[in-house]
Nanobody
Framework: QVQLVESGGGLVQAGGSLRLSCAAS????????MGWFRQAPGKEREFVAA????????YYADSVKGRFTISRDNAKNTVYLQMNSLKPEDTAVYYC???????????????????WGQGTQVTVSS
């Protein structure tokens, strides 16, 4: 059974940092492209960052470029999101998603993923 479990969320002051983790199980993690999305109250889920299954290509939303870094450790079956210089507008539930060896991948859309985690809350205070 494919499963993704996010962790690392919490409460942080503006300007601070957090590192989110998404641990995968039940499938060959190295075959999966991975991404992070977030959803704030009353808003739609939006793209944050993604990494190809080969790990050689990354994608970022303009709102987080230069502040967030996505990475993966296939030996640990885990994808990370390092978040620096956090802002109150980064407050949201963060979700990781996966897609097995996509060919025509659309990493910035929800349709680019077929497995999701349950989310982890990130709250940035001003």
């Amino acid at each position: 059974q494919v499963q993704l479990v996010e962790s690392g969320g919490g409460l942080v002051q503006a300007g601070g940092s957090l590192r989110l983790s998404c641990a995968a199980s039940g499938y060959t993690f190295s075959h999966y492209a991975m991404g992070w999305f977030r959803q704030a109250p009353g808003k739609e889920r939006e793209f944050v960052a993604a990494i190809s299954w080969t790990g050689d290509t990354t994608y970022y939303a303009d709102s987080v470029k230069g502040r967030f870094t996505i990475s993966r450790d296939n030996a640990k079956n885990t994808v990370y999101l390092q978040m620096n210089s956090l802002k109150p507008e980064d407050t949201a539930v963060y979700y990781c998603g996966g897609k097995e060896r996509p060919t025509l991948w659309t990493p910035r859309t929800l349709y680019g993923y077929d497995v999701w985690g349950q989310g982890t809350q990130v709250t940035v205070s001003s």
